[in-house]
Nanobody
């Protein structure tokens, strides 16, 4: 059974940066698009960024210019580099691929 495992979340001060990772395990074919979402308390899950197997990327307007998605197909992994973080970026961040979701990693932006 394929599992997606996120890591890299934590507490960061406003203006700071974090790098999230997501690794897909037990996967036979990684030629899927992958994406990052987040869900803040009391809000719906929000799409942030998507990357195709070939590296084509799309971003939500809310993170464009601050967040960068990338992938390493040899490791079945995607990453989310997050810069200029603000308190409104506080949320649980989820990795997605068409076959499922990760368990999420908490990102808290606070002074």
């Amino acid at each position: 059974q394929v599992q997606l495992v996120e890591s890299g979340g934590g507490l960061v001060q406003p203006g700071g940066s974090l790098r999230l990772s997501c690794v897909a395990s037990d996967i036979d074919d990684n030629r899927y698009p992958m994406a990052w979402y987040r869900q803040a308390p009391g809000k719906e899950r929000e799409w942030l960024a998507r990357i195709s197997w070939g590296g084509y990327v799309n971003y939500a307007d809310s993170v464009k210019g601050r967040f960068t998605i990338s992938r390493d197909n040899s490791k079945n992994a995607i990453y989310l580099e997050m810069n200029s973080l603000q308190p409104e970026d506080t949320a649980v961040y989820y990795c997605w691929m068409p076959i499922g979701w990760g368990q999420g990693t908490q990102v808290t932006v606070s002074s």
